[in-house]
């Protein structure tokens, strides 16, 4: 039988020297916008997991019912 497990861990891992050359790499390039890039990409993951939580609750409204279903109303006026 064929082991396939080293051909699913990822091919480069970057260490700690690889994270500070990228940094500096992202200094040099973003420069004084790297704090509104940060901030515009928070709010990104911030509205994403909201979407998600939103499409979770629809899910699960869909799939459970409510507990007291909805009583039945009429539009007529009362005499």
Excluded: C, H, Q, Y
Aim: no cysteine; charged share 25%; aromatic share 6%.
């Amino acid at each position: 039988m064929i082991d396939i497990t080293p051909f699913l861990a990822p091919a480069w891992v970057p260490g700690p020297t690889e994270m500070i050359v990228i940094g500096v790499i992202m200094l040099l390039l973003f420069g004084s916008r790297l704090p509104s890039v940060m901030r515009n990409l928070g709010r990104g993951v911030t509205e994403f997991k909201r979407g998600i939580k939103s499409t979770e609750d629809e899910v699960k409204k869909t799939i459970d019912p409510p507990v007291n279903p909805p009583t039945e109303r009429s539009d007529s006026p009362e005499e």
